[in-house]
């Protein structure tokens, strides 16, 4: 059974830089789309940005675009959220997921397999 796993996070100043890593154990990322996502109590669960297998397609929430990026490397089973010019709402808990089926965009209901979430605290 596929397990995810992401790390990277922690506290960092507003405009600063955090990459989180996504990879998997049970099996590899290589086939899937995979998703990160930003869970707040205020709003809740939504998509931030998604890659699909080959790497060739990414999309990614209006709130991060020119700030984050998503990459993948196949070669080390993982799945990076680059995230920079870091805001105060930028903070909460982020998920990464694959997506079994497709492309399954920003959808969380669309992904499969989740990962346990780490957290990221944008703060001065």
């Known amino acids: 059974q596929l397990a995810l796993v992401e790390s990277g996070g922690g506290l960092v100043q507003p405009g600063g830089s955090l990459r989180l890593s996504c990879t998997s154990s049970?099996?590899?990322?290589?086939?899937?789309?995979v998703g990160w996502f930003h869970q707040t109590p205020e709003k809740g669960r939504k998509g931030v940005a998604c890659?699909?297998?080959?790497?060739?397609?990414?999309k990614y929430a209006d709130s991060v675009k020119g700030r984050f990026t998503i990459s993948r490397d196949k070669a080390k089973n993982t799945v990076y959220l680059q995230m920079s010019s870091l805001k105060f709402e930028d903070t909460g808990a982020y998920y990464c997921?694959?997506?079994?089926?497709?492309?399954?965009?920003?959808?969380?209901?669309?992904?499969?397999?989740w990962g346990q979430g780490i957290e990221v605290t944008v703060s001065s």
């Open positions: 890659i699909n297998s080959g790497g060739g397609r990414t």
């Open positions: 997921a694959a997506d079994f089926s497709g492309f399954g965009a920003l959808d969380y209901g669309m992904y499969d397999s």
């Open positions: 049970g099996g590899t990322l290589d086939h899937y789309t």
